[in-house]
């Protein structure tokens, strides 16, 4: 199977809080990712954490990583229609190489 | 303002034809890398370049080119060979990555949607 997995679709209220998860199967990486992209754009970095952590929080956004499931999260808070978009998780292998999750669609419902 | 700039957005090939994408970076750094992103999939490397006359292949680098004369510009061509070029393509570029302050960040350009008729 794929070595990152993401859901592919999300539906949340919006003023409710988006939760978008993550599972991988190989823990030796640096840095986790969170990226997100918005329809015919390239990719912007949201957020990332570093494998020694638990959890990061930056305004609306916090990640949470349980190295011992393989398992990252990313929440937004007050989810708004601006934050309709895909979100990719990816792991670092090397300097240069990234895995990529498939991407998660969030839908914003008023 | 410093970015990554690609060219065209959009591009329309007839089979058998061979077309470059262009990829311009005015953020001094050394490594890029081209991805191919499909409905449902995660992004696909397909080249990328570390330095300057240096690039290695990805993990789907079959009917492409690229080249890295500059440490600016990492160009690919879609070649005839490949067998089903109609995709969003994306370049990418970072620091070194040498450094423990870095972080790998990626910088993306906003993408080349190509069509094969």
């Known amino acids: 199977g794929e070595d990152v997995e993401q859901s592919l679709f999300l539906s949340v209220r919006e003023g409710d809080s988006s939760v978008i998860n993550c599972t991988y199967t190989?823990?030796?990486?640096?840095?986790l990712y969170w990226y997100k992209q918005e329809p015919g754009a390239g990719l912007q970095l949201l957020t990332y954490?570093?494998?020694n952590m638990d959890m990061k929080q930056d305004q609306r956004l916090t990640v949470l990583l349980n190295k011992k499931d393989k398992h990252l999260s990313l929440r937004i808070a007050d989810t708004q229609t601006g934050d309709s978009a895909i979100y990719f998780c990816?792991?670092?292998?090397?300097?240069?190489?990234?895995?990529w999750g498939a991407g998660t669609k969030l839908i914003i419902k008023p | 303002d410093g970015g990554i700039t690609q060219s065209p957005k959009y591009l329309f090939r007839k089979e058998g034809q061979n077309v470059t994408l262009s990829c311009e970076q005015n953020?001094?750094?050394?490594?890029m890398y081209w991805y191919r992103q499909d409905p449902g999939q995660g992004l696909r490397l397909i080249y990328y370049?570390?330095?300057?006359?240096?690039?290695q292949k990805g993990d789907i680098a079959e009917g492409y080119s690229v080249s890295r004369e500059k440490k600016e510009s990492f160009p690919l061509t879609v070649t005839s060979a490949q067998k089903n070029p109609t995709a969003f393509y994306l370049c990418?570029?970072?620091?070194?990555?040498?450094?423990?302050?870095?972080?790998?960040?990626?910088?993306f350009g906003e993408g080349s949607r190509l069509t094969v008729l």
């Open positions: 990418a570029s970072t620091r070194s990555g040498r450094e423990q302050t870095d972080t790998g960040e990626l910088f």
């Open positions: 953020l001094n750094h050394d490594a």
């Open positions: 370049s570390q330095i300057v006359n240096d690039f």
């Open positions: 190989d823990s030796s990486s640096t840095y």
């Open positions: 954490i570093f494998s």
């Open positions: 990816a792991r670092a292998v090397s300097n240069y190489q990234l895995i």
